[in-house]
């Protein structure tokens, strides 16, 4: 049977296709331009279209597709694009579901752990309450449609994603030329915590959801042990073996560059923990910050 990916050409989406091949599955890439081969098929979510018989009988759905929150400045327009980006293609696919004879088992819908808003020094995990803001209220509104495929007795699970840590893209890509030439500093006050993940760790997690039936709602897709800006800032100086800058890059100057994404994206931080993966024995290969740099880069 079929595993259906949305989203395969990012980061999560390519890494998880390869790691599925790898384990002997059939892959089947929705995309939104001509299919070129027999392992794509169409899909249109702003037309509210997706080849269902696709769909019908696969095993698993992966919907991971979205517009990036950080690579673009966030206007007004862009906001928009981000929340029809993951909301409607969420409709999309979870109604498409709810319609099939033979729905999949298990549908895993990509969200984040922006979900929580700034929880300050409070650990959070899956059972925390949703914060304030833009990337709150998305994730909220992102996962409400996932839970339309609920109601086909497809077992959902919401992936809160925390920052991907990987040297081929990402965050940590956009952060290494400015740490490469010894300019890397702490942002703001360097006191927000920052949930983070290794790319390896994200990709075994997901199939370990895949495999475990007890794995139901939202999922942290974070490492056991958070950090603050300014100990991610020390830790990826260390990495690369750079000095980094003691003067923090200020809130203003992140504002007047990225927008709304300076405040809620880098500004604020989750200080969010796994413990629905703990609960199930999953295993992390680079728990701590300082493994999982040293195994990216």
Not at 45 to 66: I, K, N
């Amino acid at each position: 049977m079929a595993i259906i990916v949305t989203g395969a050409s990012g980061l999560l989406g390519s890494a998880l296709v390869a790691a599925l091949k790898s384990d002997g599955h059939q892959v089947v890439r929705l995309v939104r331009r001509e299919p070129r081969s027999a392992e794509e098929s169409r899909w249109d979510p702003g037309q509210e279209f997706v080849d269902r018989t696709v769909l019908e009988g696969a095993h698993a759905v992966v919907h991971l597709s979205g517009a990036s929150l950080g690579e673009r400045r966030w206007s007004e327009a862009y906001k928009r694009e981000i929340v029809a980006s993951r909301v409607e293609s969420t409709r999309t696919l979870a109604t498409a579901l709810k319609g099939l004879e033979r729905p999949p088992e298990v549908l895993l819908s990509a969200s984040g752990v922006g979900f929580y808003g700034d929880t300050g020094d409070r650990v959070t995990d899956e059972s925390g309450p949703r914060g304030e803001g833009f990337l709150a209220e998305l994730c909220e509104c992102w996962e409400e449609e996932a839970a339309v495929a609920e109601e086909a007795g497809v077992r959902t699970v919401r992936l809160r994603t925390a920052i991907a840590l990987s040297g081929k893209g990402g965050a940590l890509r956009q952060m290494l030329p400015v740490f490469r030439m010894g300019l890397g500093a702490p942002l703001g006050s360097g006191q927000q915590w920052w949930a983070w993940i290794s790319l390896d760790d994200w990709v075994r997690a997901a199939l370990h959801i895949l495999k475990n039936r007890d794995l139901v709602g939202p999922v942290n897709l974070t490492s056991p042990e958070p950090v603050t800006n300014k100990e991610f800032t020390k830790a990826l100086g260390r990495a690369l073996k750079k000095p980094t800058m003691p003067i923090p890059v200020p809130g203003f100057a992140l504002r007047t560059a990225l927008g709304g994404f300076a405040d809620e994206g880098l500004l604020i931080g989750q200080r969010a923990v796994p413990a629905k993966l703990l609960d199930t024995d999953f295993r992390f290969l680079h728990p701590t910050l300082d493994d999982a740099l040293t195994a990216v880069l």
